[in-house]
Each structure stands twice: as C-alpha cells, then as structure tokens.
C-alpha cells in the first residue's frame, strides 16, 4: 500500500478578501505560508507517498517560493486546476493515478492545522480494508432549519450529524472512476469528495476528525491562525535560562582560619575537608554543572583520589565553568549564601566577589556572597561547622524546548 497525496490549492479564496499575499493559501500565518505548512505535515510523515499539488497557472513563482524550503524525501508534483475545486481534483488525480500510489488523500490546502496522529488514523483505516475514509467530528452546536421570512422554523435533531474535513482518502482508482463518471455525466454540485464517492456507490467510513483541523476561509479566519501561531512560536522561542542550585557543609575543627570564596579568613577554627574545604566555591560547582545535568562535584573530583587532597577549589569551580562554556553555556549570575556564626565575612566581601567575577568570567554585578548565622541553632550555631548555598544562572545557545 502507496498512500498518495492531492493537495488542493487552485482556488482564488475570494471570501478571505485581497492581499499582496496572494489568495488565502499564500497568506502567512506565524511568518510562513498557509500552503507551506500544509505540505510540511505530509512531507515529514514517513508513511508518505508521491503528491500533487494542484495550484492556479497564476501561482507558480508563489508555489515555489513556498515550497523551495521543504526537502521531501518524497516526489512532489504539481498541476493545473480547473475552474471549480472538483475540477481540480481530478487534475490531481490523473496526475497521480501513473506513480505508484494505491491510495490517496485529497486535502484542502487551507487547512494547515493537520497532524500525523490524523494521518495515521487513516493509514490504519486503509490497512482494514476500508476504501474510503472520511475524517469528521460530531456536530456539537444546536442547528435550525429557517424559512425565506428568517425565522427559526425547526431545530433539527445533531444525532449522527458530523462536521466532514479532510483529507477525504480513498483507494485511488475508486475515486478516479467517480470522479471521471461525475465529469462524463457535467456533474458539479458535490460539495467535497466523499460526496461524489456516496453518489458513486462506494462505501466512506467516518473516522475521527481534529478540533485543530480548521479550514481558513474568511480574512478573520487567517487573523486568528496567525495570533495562535505567532504567540506559539513566541513561547517556544524563549532563551534557554536554566537556574541550578548547590549545597555544601564542612566541619570547622581546631585551625588557623579558614578558606571562603577562595579568601583565607585567620580564625581560631579550619574546616576539614579533603581540598580546602572552601563550602562556598563547592556549593557552587555543584550550581554549575547542575545547569547541564553534569553530575556533581564529586564525580569529577572525587574524595578517594589523592591528586585532589588539599588542593584549592578555584580547581573545581573552573572545570565546572569549562563544562558549561563546552555545552553552550553563558555563566550570567552567582549568588552565594553563607551559613556560620564566625568568622566575620562581611569584610571579606567584596574580594569574594571579585574573586568570583574572574573565575566566571562576569561581571562584579553579577556575583553576590551574604552571610547570615544560625542564631546559635544547630550544629552552625554551636560552631561546629560552616554551610553555603549557592544559586547560578547560565543562558544556554538555541531556545529553550
């Protein structure tokens, strides 16, 4: 099974008023054409066969600059319409009937909206044996029947009333046929396709329709689309920011002073650890490598390996920033906070800061160091240790997903 694709695009869609666009179809929706990202959703289906898509003879420099972006892995045609979309149809199909299709979608070219979740209800509708399949949805809204005088005569009962869409799909010699005995016969009132397949005798299964799959007919109708779209898009092009968080806690033990933010404070206490211990810049190479799902600090420095005893965090904090730098990552703000009764770090301060902003690369803005105490609460409080938290900021390339 070949499944085939007519895409109808011939019309002039006077309803949807002038445009320099040109007609409904090449009006741009989200900053692309209609016509363009309707044949984008077939193109990218792998299940996919050879398409037609019919356009007017005024249209051919519209229909390529729409398409010249599309790489299809697929073998895309065009024709000539006629003058009513029936006619068009069947251009379509005499076009397709020599490839190697067994079945076909006939689809508007104003409805952009489609899905592969509809195209594979289809397929799987094909596979059942049926031969003709007409994607609809069940008619929500009351209805009424009016008179010539306008007033409301009758409310007609919704059950087993569906709103048809397409693609309208069908074994394609079938609908060949029908369509080649409607035109024999100068029958042009069908509205779509499943009506000419009813009137020919061949069986069309309903399937279920998409509420996204409108069909943009009127000025207000493109309007809409491209409001949704472009607030869409709007969203999904956001900056990728990721904010990732560390925690660390060394044991103060008796010492000559200890190592925050890579500034050696004198005190009466040291903070034991298998580096320098320094809470801070480890707090915030865990924040770091959190940004890219890189681990943490001990993965890749880990306690056991004697190379790293001693040794100065500033080590552990540039690694980190290589990583973030090697995935795209923009380092935009660090903010660290440190939990301890003594020392005092508010003298310390600024050369923390400035300490941060050359190992990151940033700005002195961009780096804050705060202390508080533990009010003499908890292991902090009664000196038995030193905790820092620290937040970053990284901006990574391409938006976020």
Partial sequence: MTIGVVIVAAGRGERAGAST?????????????????????????????????????????????????????????????????????????KMLVPTEATHVMIHDAARPFLDHDLLERIAQGFAQGHEGLLPALPVTDTLKRAGADGLAHETVPRASLYAAQTPQSFLLTAIRTAHEKAAALRRDDFTDDASIAEWAGLPVHVIEGSADNIKLTVSRDIAMADAKLSQTEAATNLPDVRTGNGYDVHQLVTGDGVTLCGVFIPHDQKLSGHSDADVA??????????????????????????????????????HAVKIVRERGGTVMNADISLIAEAPKISPHRQTMRENLAAILGISLDR???????????????????????????????????
């Fill in 21 to 93: 666009e040109g007609p409904k179809q090449y009006r741009l929706i989200g900053g692309r054409p209609v016509i363009t990202r309707t044949l984008e959703t077939f193109l990218t289906w792998p299940k996919c066969g050879p398409v037609v898509v019919v356009i007017h003879p005024e249209d051919e420099m519209r229909f390529a600059a729409a398409s010249q972006d599309l790489h299809a892995g697929v073998q895309v045609m065009t024709t000539f319409g006629g003058k009513t979309r029936q006619k068009s149809v069947l251009e379509g199909l």
């Fill in 281 to 318: 810049l480890h707090a915030l190479t865990d924040a770091l490598l959190a940004t890219c799902g890189a681990g943490d600090i001990g993965d890749h420095f880990p306690p056991s390996d004697m190379q790293w005893r001693g040794a100065p965090s500033k080590i552990f904090l540039d």
């Fill in 367 to 401: 780096c804050s160091v705060k202390a508080t105490t533990n009010e003499t609460i908890g292991f902090i409080g009664r000196r038995e240790g030193i905790a820092a938290i620290a937040t970053a900021t990284v901006v990574f390339s391409g938006t976020a997903a």
